[in-house]
């Protein structure tokens, strides 16, 4: 069984561009999904500061 750490210092080899097109557009996806999920969610921590603040008032 060889090393995989020897393999750190050599070169990095080239992707197939249809590989690299295909995981920008799932990176692209799945940051879409977490915006609107982030859109359509709420935001915990702030509805707790804007509670705490105003019953200190």
Request: no cysteine; proline share 7%; charged share 30%.
């Amino acid at each position: 069984m060889e090393n995989p750490f020897k393999q750190i210092n050599k070169p990095l080899k080239e992707v197939p561009p249809e590989l690299k097109a295909k995981v920008m557009h799932d990176i692209a996806m799945a940051k879409l999904f977490m915006e609107l999920a982030e859109l359509f969610s709420y935001n915990i921590g702030h509805i707790i500061d804007s509670v705490t603040s105003k019953r200190k008032k």
